[in-house]
């Protein structure tokens, strides 16, 4: 069920006035079987895992809190992360992991090995709400939060439909409190809920989409032999469409969950207006940057234990974040340049600057009217676009073959139109975080007037019907 689409606007629909004629532990019985409903959609045996997974954790958080025995605590903890691993690795990585053994033993001369992989289908979601799961379970050991009492609430923060598959990644404090406690109707926030589904359809349906047709015809040979023009037109079509994609479905998410009275945290903060790559990651994807922060990054040392180690640190982190994304070694080759940028960027921050903890050292004290911090978003622009490269190829052989072509200077008649259809499906979308990081919204207009928002409304309902790509494409996410 997808988000941009007439059967999730009628199911949507149909679960808020269901939803909002119910008492508190009625809603959250209702939305626990709607949720179960949407993720059973896709394919119903998926909704096996997930119980599974979810009665694990939830029993062993409740045992957890209980036992004063630190033995029996770290088996339980060990317990619900293997479970969880064992989910996530089995049915993400399992073909990655043979794939890789037997290119390594073909390497080596050993053909005779027998390592023929079987393909399991990959259940959507499986990535975030494993993520949730785990930070639950340890907060829980940590004592940082108490267990859930009641089964539905713990499941309904688990399975909550508008987050269930691409996110944002929700916290335990943040979300499961939610889920404790009675909602309560605000007006004012069911309208900015509107506002934002209605703006994540326009990244998604019309920038998105849009720019996916020029990103799909560049990385699949439809634009000629690799040469510059094909790998800017491909490059910057894909850097948008990820960030209209992404950006547009953690909207649409966050526009669902306030029409039923819940808070999802920011996912994105015009992540291109960044200075700096550390910058970059307080910005884009927020609930995955925080999360490895705070689960993988901190708990290998983070920066306590001298530079050497904070460096170690920062490579594991997203050389990991980078498999999270997908099971390919284009997606380590992703995370290990962002892992050498940030390096680089602490040894300048060091040299630079006494603090290398100030806003001017991380970039979060720059100005939208400042033309040196504009060439420093230009530069780190194309180094965030040399990454997605990597992101999109489906291979290592694929994007080598497309940056192969970065010193032939072919120029087609055709690339001049492809320039200016870019044009027009991303320059809409920079002016728009523009205004938001010059007024501070979440969405477009958030402060103005009522009638002037209604208007805005109308206006970006128009814009998608009239200008949404003529296709059907799956929020990038869903894959991950």
């Not at 809603?27 to 045996?45: E, I």
């Not at 983070?302 to 170690?312: F, H, I, M, V, W």
């Not at 019907?465 to 003529?470: E, G, Q, S």
Request: overall charge positive; hydrophobic content about 50%.
């Amino acid at each position: 069920m997808l988000f941009d689409t007439p059967v999730y606007l009628l199911f949507l629909t149909l679960v808020v006035l269901t939803y909002w004629r119910l008492n508190w532990r009625q809603q959250n019985a209702f939305l626990l079987v709607a949720s179960y409903f949407f993720y059973g959609w896709w394919d119903w045996r998926f909704l096996g895992l997930i119980f599974i997974s979810t009665v694990v954790d939830f029993h062993c958080a409740r045992y957890i809190a209980r036992s004063q025995n630190t033995n029996k605590r770290k088996a339980l903890l060990t317990l619900s992360l293997l479970v969880n691993i064992s989910f996530l690795g089995t049915f993400k990585y399992f073909n990655f992991f043979v794939d890789s053994l037997a290119g390594a033993l073909h390497a080596l001369g050993i053909r005779q090995v027998p390592l023929t992989p079987f393909y399991i289908l990959l259940p959507p979601g499986i990535s975030f709400y494993t993520f949730q799961e785990i930070a639950y379970i340890v907060d829980v050991f940590y004592k940082k939060l108490e267990p859930a009492e009641s089964f539905v609430d713990y499941a309904l923060f688990i399975s909550l439909f508008p987050h269930l598959i691409a996110g944002p990644i929700q916290r335990p404090s943040h979300l499961l409190p939610q889920t404790q406690a009675p909602r309560f109707f605000d007006e004012s926030r069911f309208f900015g809920g509107l506002m934002l589904i209605l703006s994540g359809l326009f990244r998604k349906c019309v920038i998105a989409d849009n720019c996916a047709l020029l990103a799909d015809a560049a990385f699949g040979g439809r634009l000629g032999e690799p040469s510059l023009s094909v790998l800017a037109i491909g490059t910057y079509a894909f850097a948008w469409q990820i960030y209209g994609d992404f950006s547009g479905y953690s909207d649409i998410a966050r526009g669902s969950a306030q029409l039923l009275g819940f808070h999802f945290m920011v996912n994105f903060r015009q992540p291109y207006l960044a200075v700096t790559l550390q910058e970059f990651w307080r910005r884009w994807h927020i609930s995955l940057s925080t999360w490895l922060r705070d689960y993988l990054y901190i708990p290998l040392g983070g920066k306590r234990a001298g530079e050497l180690k904070t460096y170690r640190n920062l490579m594991l982190t997203m050389l990991l974040g980078g498999l999270w994304h997908g099971a390919n070694w284009t997606f380590v080759i992703w995370g290990a340049i962002h892992g050498i940028g940030l390096s680089i960027e602490r040894i300048g921050r060091r040299l630079f600057f006494r603090n290398s903890d100030s806003p001017k050292a991380s970039g979060s004290g720059t100005s939208l009217f400042s033309p040196f911090d504009w060439m420093r978003r230009v530069i780190l622009f194309h180094l965030v676009c040399l990454t997605w490269i990597f992101f999109r190829a489906r291979s290592l052989k694929e994007a080598s073959s497309l940056l192969s072509g970065v010193c032939t200077l072919t120029w087609r008649p055709e690339f001049a139109t492809a320039f200016k259809f870019l044009a027009a499906f991303t320059l809409p979308l920079f002016l728009m975080d523009l205004s938001l990081e010059y007024r501070g919204e979440e969405y477009l207009f958030e402060k103005r007037p009522e009638a002037y928002r209604v208007a805005v409304g109308f206006l970006l309902l128009l814009v998608v019907t009239l200008f949404a790509a003529n296709q059907v494409n799956a929020f990038i996410y869903f894959q991950f």
